[in-house]
Nanobody, 119 residues
């Protein structure tokens, strides 16, 4: 199982960013997926969980509104779009696989992609 995130980088406040996570080594369509982040000095914060078909997608905490998670099962890829970026969005963003078709628990994590929001 391999999960590879990409798309992070430096962005200005108010901008947008689209993160990708490409999966390999397993049957992607059989597993729910998750997005989470970890800001410097803080714990893991869950952002979104996506069922195998892409719907429903659940958002957690403050993520609802500026974050949009989606998946393309033809490309074995999940996406996270972040709009109206804020400095507090600075974090290492991870995708993680749930061990089931529903997003209950996590069994594999990607290595993360760094998002830095600064003017």
């Amino acid at each position: 199982v391999q999960l590879v995130e990409s798309g992070g980088g430096l962005a200005q406040p108010g901008g947008s960013m689209r993160l990708s996570c490409t999966a390999s080594g397993f049957s992607f369509t059989n597993y729910a997926m998750n997005w989470a982040r970890q800001a410097p000095g803080k714990g893991i914060e869950w952002i979104a969980s996506i069922y195998v078909g892409g719907n429903p997608t659940y958002y957690f905490g403050s993520a609802n509104g500026r974050f949009t998670a989606s998946r393309d099962n033809d490309k074995d890829t999940v996406y996270l779009e972040i709009n109206n970026l804020r400095p507090e969005d600075t974090a290492l963003y991870y995708c993680a696989r749930a061990p089931y078709t529903v997003p209950v628990g996590v069994d594999y994590w990607g290595q993360g992609t760094q998002v830095t929001v600064s003017s």
